[in-house]
């Protein structure tokens, strides 16, 4: 991550440890663990996979529904922006479907994890010449979350996506058929 990635990160870490007190004090407050939320999150990947190893800089923004405090749904739409080294550059954006399963471990803070399928566009240009590849495939993830307020939360989470390449597509100078990338995000959601 660059140092903006890093004060930003840093920033949003300070403003949930300052707020929680405030959230402490509000105690078990009369929130109700179901409804529609929005998030957005900034972050940073390490994209594995031979020619496309990289790391940079990601956004994300999703909405989605808490049925109850321990099961949802969530859309969401991620921009990992280029990537790649000098004969191998690559673009990806897509978006994630995901359903989330999370242990609350007190009234305001919890644990979760999530599976679901991401539909990806992936525009390579490598070799001399540029395809695109939309795709579906699995993602997985992790994290935790904080309330701040009663409506307000934070959360820092893990994911994992993959994308596939046709390897026959660059005349086989490609020495891998996709990249696999690791995701670390920060973020803020928002119930209603």
Excluded: W
């Amino acid at each position: 991550m660059n140092s903006k990635a890093r004060i930003a990160c840093a920033t949003i870490l300070s403003a949930s440890v300052f707020a929680a007190p405030v959230a402490l004090a509000q105690g078990s407050s009369d929130r109700d663990a179901s409804g529609p939320y929005i998030k957005g999150s900034y972050g940073g990947y390490k994209s594995h996979g031979g020619d496309f190893d990289d790391s940079n800089d990601l956004y994300g923004a999703g909405l989605g529904y808490q049925f109850n405090e321990f099961f949802g749904l969530e859309a969401n739409y991620v921009d990992f922006g280029n990537f790649g080294k000098d004969d191998t550059k690559a673009s990806l954006k897509g978006g994630a479907l995901v359903v989330i399963g999370r242990l609350p471990l007190s009234s305001s803070f919890g644990v979760y994890a999530k599976a679901g399928a991401f539909a990806a566009a992936l525009d390579v240009d490598a070799f001399d010449e540029d395809e695109t590849y939309d795709d579906v495939s699995p993602v997985v993830g992790a994290g935790v979350d904080f309330r701040i307020t009663e409506h307000l939360s934070t959360f820092l989470e893990y994911n994992r996506y993959n994308v596939d390449i046709d390897e026959d597509d660059f005349n086989g100078q490609l020495n891998n058929d996709g990249p696999d990338f690791d995701t670390a995000q920060v973020g803020l959601k928002f119930q209603f």
